[in-house]
């Protein structure tokens, strides 16, 4: 049961094996990945309680309490690794944006061992507990980390049960994201190495690859303010021999670009050490204070894409037709 002792010991904060399913400033309570099993952890990945879900909550009221922990308030960003990485490849934005005095939540998830869709999920809840005092909330996410935030939003619009997309929600920053999935990965997925690659990367990876076409539908274009940094050289060829075009050595410059982008930036990176960049973390702050990476007047938004004429025509004739009055009797015959 959940009210069993718990002895108090360190942890490695999650891994690929763990999923944060809810925050109180660097608390969290985390779900297995492999069972209902949850656990509550401090700020330094200490255990202080495992077991069920309700247990875990007792436990963390308890010391709310004890400690007298102030409720969080203010501005919260919301930051989440790519695949195969974990919240530690987030310390040094989390760092940044703290100093600047927001509070940074680096969301831990099994991202070799799930679907994007359960990690929206888990997100959702997260989102769901942080208090009525959390004004505004904000996204920043590294590779696929964006992938799951724009799940998040495309769940919580079209779920008519719910209130919708919670309304603090202000901005949002992609680093490095596939927003058209990754031709490497799709490669790699559907070559001989796929067994390989789907046992490295699991189901979200392959979500990525040879199954970005299920997954496309059910992401949504974010509808708050949202800036795109891309990886590349700016030559047109990029790092990796293998991509065509520009590219961070994993996802080509064309692939991160999501139309309505409130600004768009190149920068010379790699893909994996995009998110512990020092240019990237300065021009990711700025976007979420200002809403432009370097200023207002340099700003390169991504237009929304012009509509398909032949669409628009097909369209104007349905409802052309669909407006047309149609008689209910036939028309008598004038009288002579």
């Not at 007298?68 to 990485?85: A, E, F, Q, T, W």
């Not at 050595?249 to 064309?254: F, K, N, P, W, Y």
């Not at 998110?275 to 809403?291: C, D, M, P, V």
Request: net charge negative; hydrophobic share 35%.
């Amino acid at each position: 049961m959940g009210t069993n002792p718990t002895i108090k010991r360190p942890t490695l904060g999650g891994l690929q094996f763990w999923s944060d399913e809810r925050f109180f400033w660097d608390w969290r309570i985390q779900k297995s990945s492999f069972s209902e099993k949850y656990r509550l952890i401090d700020p330094q990945g200490i255990l202080h309680q495992q077991g069920d879900w309700d247990a875990c909550v007792a436990k963390l009221e308890e010391i709310k309490q004890q400690r007298l922990l102030p409720p969080m308030k203010g501005k919260v960003v919301l930051l989440l690794h790519g695949l195969i990485r974990t919240s530690n490849s987030m310390h040094r934005l989390k760092k940044t944006l703290e100093e600047q005095g927001y509070i940074a939540l680096a969301m831990t998830y099994p991202s070799t061992q799930g679907t994007i869709d359960g990690f929206a999920s888990s997100l959702h809840h997260i989102i769901e507990a942080l208090g009525e005092e959390v004004t505004e909330i904000n996204f920043v996410g590294h590779s696929m980390g964006n992938i799951v935030v724009r799940h998040y939003m495309a769940d919580r619009l079209a779920d008519e049960s719910q209130t919708g997309l919670d309304p603090r929600i202000h901005r949002f920053v992609m680093i490095g994201p596939p927003n058209q999935g990754a031709d490497l990965a799709k490669r790699l997925s559907g070559s001989p190495l796929s067994p390989a690659f789907r046992m490295l990367m699991g189901p979200a990876g392959q979500q990525l690859g040879s199954e970005w076409f299920d997954v496309s539908g059910s992401l949504a274009v974010p509808p708050c303010e949202f800036g795109i940094i891309a990886g590349g050289r700016g030559n047109g060829k990029g790092y990796s021999w293998v991509l065509s075009g520009d590219d961070d050595g994993i996802v080509t410059v064309e692939e991160t670009k999501l139309p309505g982008a409130h600004d768009f930036i190149i920068m010379p990176i790699l893909h994996t050490f995009m998110a512990a960049h020092k240019g990237a973390i300065e021009r990711t702050a700025n976007f979420l204070q200002h809403g432009s990476f370097t200023s207002e007047a340099k700003r390169h938004p991504l237009p929304d894409p012009l509509p398909d004429p032949a669409e628009e025509s097909a369209k104007e004739q349905k409802s052309a037709t669909e407006n047309v009055p149609h008689s209910t009797k036939q028309e008598e015959a004038p009288s002579r």
